[in-house]
Every structure is written in structure tokens, then in C-alpha cells.
């Protein structure tokens, strides 16, 4: 495990540096984002980790406000670490890395807490536009990419889950309901205001309790439990 200082400056727009560990097994990958965040002045890498267990300790010691994660790694893999990292309050953001988009570990990792994946190979200024929509509270994977990367998962539990995600569903308020379906297709908060003829602080609001109720940390969970309890293909929704 390697803990970095820089000369990062502060971003003007946000008031602050967005701070950034890199986990990833391959010295290479870590050498070539770190050169990457390096030409970014309102990023600054501020830890490595080679593997899971490091990482787990890197976001107890630094609290980076973004991790970036790579899946496959010896030891305790990308999975189980972004699982225990998520589950502590205030936890960092975590962005999952991959090879391939249609690979089965990255709806995992989404499960557990991750705000989104990457490819290995996005462009650079992809990279870190996504770093920054994290750090600012916003997920980088679209429902519409989630459930395309679901079509492409053989899942012989979607019965189990399916029944599962309906009793969580229960909880809700009709109007909850609502906004669910709506995050789940992919709709912007503006988007849902405008369909259900509300404000947008009224609908952020609603996705705030959605989260609190459902025990959720961001969108893109609230998007795979609504793919999971099937409300996207049901007649009766909100068109």
C-alpha cells in the first residue's frame, strides 16, 4: 500500500480537492491513472492499494472521497471489498473497474454499493469526468446501460430476487412507486417532475426517502431493484 501527497490545487468550482485512491493489482494501471489524475489540479491521488484488504484499509485511513476499483485481484478481489467499504457510514464512492461491460462481477458490485463502472480502456477525460460526477453524489451508469448489461447475465435466481424486490416495494407510497419506476428507466430528476407534475426539490426529496426506505446508497441501486421486481415491464405503470 503506497499513501500519496501531491500539489494538488483547490477547484474553484467545488471549493475543495477531490480526493482519489487507486486500487488495482498491476503497477502499470496504477502508474498510468495516477499520471492521468496527475494533469487534473482538483484531483489528487491520495493513497494505492494493490488488493481488497488494502483497500478496506485505505478508506478507513484516508477517507478518499472516491475509489476506483479493480475487480479481479488476489486475495480479497473488488467485490468484497467495495461490500465492507459501502456498508460504513459516510463511505467513500466507489467506481468499479472492468475489461469487458457485459461481465457478471460489475452487476455484482453494483449490488454492493458501487456508483458505477469503467472500462480499462475510456478515454482519459472520461475518466475523470466520472470521477467528478461521483464525488458530486451522481451515479456514471445509466439505468439504460444497467439493464442492458442485465440482458447480457444469465441469473437463475431472477425468481427468488424478483419476489424479494416486491416486498421491499411494499413499503413505499404509491407516489414512491412512481419515482421508483421512473429512476429505473432512466429518467432525470427534471424528466420526473415534469411527468408527475412536481417540483424537482420535491423529487429529489422523494429519492431521498426512497434510499432511506430501501436501504440503498445511490440511483443505480434503486434502478436494479426495480429491474429485479420486473415494475418496467408491467402494463400498469406510469407511462
Not at 430528476?189 to 408527475?196: D, F, S
Amino acid at each position: 500500500m503506497a499513501v500519496l501527497t501531491g500539489g494538488a490545487v483547490v477547484d474553484g468550482a467545488h471549493g475543495r480537492v477531490i480526493r482519489l485512491a487507486i486500487v488495482d493489482d498491476d503497477p502499470l494501471v496504477r502508474a498510468g491513472l495516477r499520471i492521468l489524475v496527475g494533469g487534473s489540479p482538483e484531483i489528487e491521488v491520495v493513497a494505492e492499494a494493490t488488493d481488497g484488504a488494502e483497500a478496506v484499509t485505505v478508506a478507513q485511513a484516508h477517507w478518499p472521497d472516491v475509489i476506483l476499483m479493480d475487480i479481479r485481484m488476489p486475495g480479497v478481489d473488488g467485490l468484497a471489498a467495495t461490500r465492507r467499504i459501502r456498508s460504513r457510514g459516510g463511505a467513500p464512492q466507489v467506481i468499479v473497474l472492468t475489461t469487458f461491460d457485459a461481465d457478471e462481477y460489475v452487476l455484482e458490485a453494483l449490488r454492493g454499493g458501487a456508483s458505477g463502472f469503467l472500462l480499462k480502456d475510456t478515454p482519459p477525460r472520461e475518466i475523470l469526468a466520472a470521477v467528478r460526477s461521483v464525488a458530486a453524489g451522481a451515479a456514471i451508469l445509466s439505468p439504460t446501460a444497467i439493464r442492458r448489461l442485465i440482458d447480457h447475465v444469465a441469473d437463475p435466481a431472477a425468481g427468488t430476487r424478483r419476489a424479494r424486490a416486491r416486498d421491499r416495494f411494499a413499503v413505499l407510497t404509491g407516489r414512491e412507486r412512481e419515482v421508483a419506476f421512473r429512476v429505473g428507466r432512466g429518467d432525470s430528476n427534471a424528466e420526473i417532475a415534469a411527468g408527475l407534475t412536481m417540483s424537482v426539490p420535491t423529487v429529489k426529496g422523494h429519492v431521498s426517502r426512497l434510499l432511506s426506505k430501501l436501504q440503498l446508497n445511490n440511483r443505480v441501486q434503486i434502478a436494479l431493484l426495480v429491474h429485479d421486481a420486473e415494475l418496467l415491464g408491467e402494463a400498469s405503470s406510469p407511462d
